[in-house]
């Protein structure tokens, strides 16, 4: 239904009321800037009430104006420019409380992880990785920085984890030589999609690799080449990536393979840990 939100609006123009058509019209020219108003602001700006928002979008077809608006963010998120995410942070951040609207946008993401997240996907990713004879980690951009603190974790649990490097294209594809039908990849992309991310699940896929997606909703291309898939929105305002839920679900991944692997995770870190204290990795505090 994302995907074709604006053409519902269009074809339903002739059988809605004034208000109604008020609101599709706005909606139809100012789509990026809808998509992350409430309803209140909405019927505001069109001379509307709130009530007469929600129901245009029962009209529509959503359960209620929240799933309209995500249609809608999910349609455009790839389609922004950084320019087009600041002019709508303007509109939205004005005269608020910016820390609260912040960090009240990324509880609401991860309401969102916590309530509609497939457990038995879930259960699924974790046998795959657990099963992989070598699990490849890909993320490049803003997603570079969650692959790396995955491969952190993951690297303590097992040997056999490569995060991929993306400084060249030419060097990805010499990471993943020897990729094959008994590996995993795991796949992190948030829009913007890079090409570079696509292209090389399509090599990994090719080479009869299993691929597991970390990204935001199933029209991402990542999703689309995937075997399977964990779901997180990432969208902010703005220029900045929100990638509060996608980490928040990585930590549950961990701590799931963690859990699976329980003796050896015990014996890992003890290890670890006399090594620390051996080398003097970790400063002590001064007893006072």
């Known amino acids: 239904m994302a995907k074709s939100i604006l053409h519902i609006i269009e074809s339903g123009m002739r059988g809605f009321s004034k208000g109604q058509k008020r609101i599709a019209e706005y909606i139809l020219q100012n789509y990026d800037k809808a998509a992350f108003m409430t309803a209140s602001k909405l019927g505001q700006l069109v001379g509307v009430s709130e009530s007469t928002v929600v129901r245009f979008a029962s009209e529509l077809g959503y359960d209620g104006y929240p799933s309209m608006q995500r249609a809608l963010q999910e349609m455009i998120r790839s389609r922004l420019t950084s320019t087009q995410r600041i002019q709508a942070a303007g509109d939205l951040f004005s005269n608020q409380d910016i820390l ?13 992880v916590t309530d509609e997240a497939d457990r038995a996907e879930f259960d699924r990713v974790v046998d795959r990785i657990m099963d992989a004879r070598h699990v490849y980690i890909l993320g490049v951009r803003s997603s570079s920085f969650v692959a790396g603190y995955l491969n952190f974790y993951l690297h303590l649990l097992s040997e056999n984890v490569t995060l991929v490097q993306s400084n060249a294209a030419g060097e990805i594809f010499e990471q993943l030589f020897r990729v094959g039908p008994e590996d995993v990849m795991i796949a992190i992309s948030f829009p913007r999609y890079s090409k570079v991310t696509m292209n090389t699940v399509k090599f990994a896929k090719d080479r009869g ?37 996608p980490l928040s679900l990585i930590n549950a991944l961990l701590i799931a393979i963690g859990y699976r692997m329980r003796t050896d995770v015990s014996r890992t ?11 003097g990795v970790f400063g002590k505090m001064d007893d006072e």
């Not at 609260?100 to 969102?112: F, H, P, T, Y």
């Not at 870190?269 to 080398?279: H, K, R, S, T, V």
């Open 269 to 279: 870190f003890a290890e670890l840990e006399d090594i620390w204290n051996e080398y």
């Open 209 to 245: 690799a299993s691929i597991i997606a970390i990204t935001d909703n199933e029209l991402s291309p990542v999703y689309q080449m995937a075997d399977d898939a964990l779901l997180a929105p990432s969208e902010m305002i703005s220029f900045v990536d929100s990638m509060v839920a």
């Open 100 to 112: 609260s609207a912040v960090i009240q946008s990324d509880m609401d993401k991860l309401r969102v």
